[in-house]
C-alpha cells in the first residue's frame, strides 16, 4: 500500500533547488569574474611601476656618440 501511494504523487518538486543552484553558479562566476578584474587592474599598476623605474633609453645620436668614442 506504501508503494502504491507513493508512486502516484508525481515527480519530486525540485524548481527550487534548480533556481538556488543557477544563482550559485552565476554568483561564482561573478565573483571570479571581479577577482579577474582586479588582478588585471593591479598588473597593470605593477607594469605602469615597473616601467617608471626603468632608465631612460638613450636615444640614436646619445648611442652613436657613445660607440664612436
Known sequence: MIFLSLSQEGPAQTTAYMIAGYAIIFIVMAIYILSLWLRWKNLY????????????EPTETESGRERNS
Not at 45 to 56: G, T, V, Y
Open 45 to 56: 599598476r605593477d607594469q605602469e611601476m615597473l616601467e617608471s623605474l626603468l632608465p631612460a
